[in-house]
């Protein structure tokens, strides 16, 4: 069987090392636009060759691992290359936008919208690992458009992984994951430009800072080049979030400023239930370095 | 020699497993106002005996480990009740209004203000370790008020627990951690708050929450009792850091609903500066449970 992926970094690199820990002896194909990491991703034993475009019809899985705008641009050749047995996934963080696209396409059967929740704020070949995914949710958008054995296949690849399966509408991910992963995004990003801003004057300040710090601004490590393009399809939801997120801490400022104590503690005891969540979460990945 | 701990939390419980561990041999007297944290100190071996109001004036050193709050209502008559040759000292997040309330009292030169900057968002004795503040940073404020005896037997205590000692002015501290340590905990608030009031509605979203999202809202479980009255204390400093965060917030809103990626992404781009930040860091107690 012959695997092709294609973005060689954190979640494409961890999907091909999975497949190779995980699954049944496969050959594993992959291609990234970026030279550096397609020599690394050979020579860490990532991938056992090249994927070039005229191998397209040749592989038997493709899966998507590349920024969410560059999807767009190349699922519909790519649906118009594959073989007629062969399956194409997606692995990006929205959902909606891509299932349109693909809607009225001849082979949208061929095709699986997927979003595993896994990833560190670390990027590249050397960032992926083969138990990246191991525990963690795959969620599976409009599987009813998806051939029943192609579908199968997937949901047995990811099963072989340990991922824990969830299938969701298309626009109802892009909405809730807005709450719980895309606005964590901005927070932090947020948070490390004010903290930066005035270390310009005071870079003494960072001795100060501790493990609280690092963990509330470790998403400002992340990539821009994967993240500007989710914020743009997202924009709607994320706006939303926002503004309640912004809402909140106005309100936060608004009963500091009037020394209303009560209120303010009552709003962290209620904020506390956040324990029961987190302990349904998965923090393993917190700690990859 | 005697030393005692009022407050036997997780700063309080962690001191006193790091004195019987890294010091010579010491007698740990200790209290709390919670029955059941006196209780568990004592039968975790955290301290040696109880700490009675009679004993004060037998101990050699005695640590403030209290929310910030109450060491502003037992330090002064404490300075009251300690020996001639006894050191006070307190544990607390905020530093100007401790320095400037015992300004005045006729001993104030057996007193240090202290901030070890380590703390894992977990409470009460049994979240205690001995290893807590080992490569942590100890700040410790206007040195040159306390008795030079007094204070060479402080800094070699905290030497003796590898901690990282630092001088600064109280007002200086007060300033800089709010950037660095109290907006971190507002931002997790709120954002724990913000999702959570959107869980009453829908609670599968919660299924859909990574790595991510856990690390942004750790701290929203930590101790409303504590962080109240630093918030309180540190209200001028705290209003002025979260103006800046929120104009930030508000400023990516704005480019967000402007469609200005160029923007967006340079601004994360900047900010990914935090890496170089964040390396000098121990962030080990990001993973303590």
């Known amino acids: ?148 054995d192609l579908l199968e296949w997937a949901v047995q690849w990811f099963r072989n992984m340990n991922m824990k399966i969830h299938e969701m509408d298309a626009e109802a991910h892009d909405k809730h994951i807005a709450y719980v992963s895309h606005i964590s995004h901005i927070s932090s990003f947020m948070l490390g430009k004010t903290v930066i801003e005035k270390e310009k004057d005071e870079r003494a300040i960072f001795k100060m800072a501790g493990s609280g710090f690092a963990s509330t601004v470790r998403l400002a490590k992340s990539s821009p080049d994967m993240w500007t393009p989710i914020f743009k399809q997202n924009k709607e939801n994320i706006l939303e979030v926002l503004r309640e997120y912004i809402t909140n801490l106005e309100d936060f400022e608004r009963l500091l400023s009037a020394d209303d104590y009560n209120q303010l503690f009552e709003q962290m005891k209620s904020t506390n239930a956040i324990k029961s969540i987190l302990a349904g979460i998965n923090e393993k990945n917190i700690t990859k370095q």
């Open 1 to 148: 069987m012959r695997i092709g992926i294609i973005g060689l970094g954190l979640i494409g690199g961890s999907f091909a090392l999975a497949a190779k820990k995980f699954n049944i002896a496969a050959s594993l194909y992959g291609r990234d636009n970026n030279p550096k990491h397609m020599a690394e991703a050979l020579s860490l034993g990532i991938i056992d060759y090249p994927l070039k475009e005229e191998d397209y019809a040749s592989m038997d899985v493709i899966l998507l691992a590349i920024p969410v705008d560059a999807c767009l641009t190349v699922v519909l050749p790519l649906l118009d290359q594959i073989n007629d047995n062969a399956l194409l996934l997606d692995a990006g963080s929205t959902k909606a936008a891509i299932c349109k696209l693909v809607e009225l396409h001849p082979k949208r059967n061929q095709f699986l919208a997927t979003h595993p929740i896994a990833g560190t704020e670390f990027s590249g070949p050397s960032a992926a690992f083969s138990e990246l995914f191991v525990e963690q949710a795959q969620i599976l958008c409009e599987t009813h458009k998806t051939r029943p």
